[in-house]
Antibody
Framework: QVQLQESGPGLVKPSETLSLTCAVS?????????WGWIRQPPEKGLEWIAT???????YYNPSLKSRVTISMDTSRNQFSLRLTSMTAADTAIYYC???????????WGQGILVTVSS | QSDLTQPRSVSGSPGQSVTISCTGT?????????VSWYQQHPGKAPKLMIY???QRPSGVPDRFSGSKSDTTASLTISGLQAEDEADYYC??????????FGTGTKVTVL
C-alpha cells in the first residue's frame, strides 16, 4: 500500500517561496504512477495544483502555472512542490496524492497546513 | 478552467437516498468519462469514493453509485447512514492532464 507524508514549513512570509516535499513509501516512484499536489484553504474547497509523472512530464493548474514547479527525486523516492510569491490567499492545507491514470486521486497524504503571515 | 457546480448542501434521514449533482461544461464533464468523487470528514484527508464516473474502489460500499448525463455527473448515496455525513467533492478531467474540482456539498444525516 502506498503511503505519503508531506513535510515543509508551517509558516511562510508573504512574497517568499514555499517548498514542500512528499515522501513516498510502499512504491517506487520511478516505476510509474502519476504524482500530484492538491490544496484546501481553511473552510473552503479542494484545488488541484499540479501533477508529475516518472517520465518527466509536469502539468499545472492554469491559474497557478506561473508560480508553481513540481519535481521528482527518484533517488530519495520523493516528489516536491515549489510555489513562489506566496500571499495570504495561498494559506491552505497542502496534500500530496497519487493520481491514478492522471485522472483520479486514490492515495492521499495527511496534509500539511501552511500559513502565510508576516 | 472554472470550478464544477455542486449544491451547497443536501440532507436525508437514515435509510433514505440522496443525490448530489456536479455540473460542468462540454470541455470537462461533458467530454470525458473521468469524473471522480471524494468524501471528506472534518479534519481528515479526502477519500476516493467513485472514479471514472461510476467505478467503486475496493472497500467502498455499494451504497455509493455514480452516473453522468451530458455535462452533469451525480453521486447517489442509498440507504443513508450516520457515517455518511461529510463533505463531498466531484472532480473532472479537463484535458491536457488538468483536473478541476467541484465546489463541494455538505451531506447532513437528519
Amino acid at each position: 500500500q502506498v503511503q505519503l507524508q508531506e513535510s515543509g514549513p508551517g509558516l511562510v512570509k508573504p512574497s517568499e517561496t514555499l517548498s514542500l516535499t512528499c515522501a513516498v513509501s510502499g512504491y517506487s516512484i520511478g516505476s510509474g504512477y502519476y504524482w500530484g499536489w492538491i490544496r484546501q484553504p481553511p473552510e473552503k474547497g479542494l484545488e488541484w495544483i499540479a501533477t508529475t509523472v516518472h517520465t518527466g512530464g509536469a502539468y499545472y493548474n492554469p491559474s497557478l502555472k506561473s508560480r508553481v514547479t513540481i519535481s521528482m527525486d527518484t533517488s530519495r523516492n520523493q516528489f516536491s512542490l515549489r510555489l513562489t510569491s506566496m500571499t495570504a490567499a495561498d494559506t491552505a492545507i497542502y496534500y500530496c496524492v497519487t493520481v491514478d491514470g492522471a485522472r483520479s486521486f486514490d492515495y492521499w497524504g495527511q496534509g500539511i497546513l501552511v500559513t502565510v503571515s508576516s | 478552467q472554472s470550478d464544477l457546480t455542486q449544491p451547497r448542501s443536501v440532507s436525508g434521514s437514515p435509510g433514505q437516498s440522496v443525490t448530489i449533482s456536479c455540473t460542468g461544461t462540454i470541455g470537462d464533464v461533458g467530454l470525458f468519462n473521468y469524473v471522480s468523487w471524494y468524501q471528506q470528514h472534518p479534519g481528515k484527508a479526502p477519500k476516493l469514493m467513485i472514479y471514472d464516473v461510476s467505478q467503486r474502489p475496493s472497500g467502498v460500499p455499494d451504497r455509493f453509485s455514480g452516473s453522468k448525463s451530458d455535462t452533469t455527473a451525480s453521486l447517489t448515496i442509498s440507504g443513508l447512514q450516520a457515517e455518511d455525513e461529510a463533505d463531498y467533492y466531484c472532480c473532472s478531467y479537463a484535458g491536457s492532464y488538468t483536473l478541476v474540482f467541484g465546489t463541494g456539498t455538505k451531506v447532513t444525516v437528519l
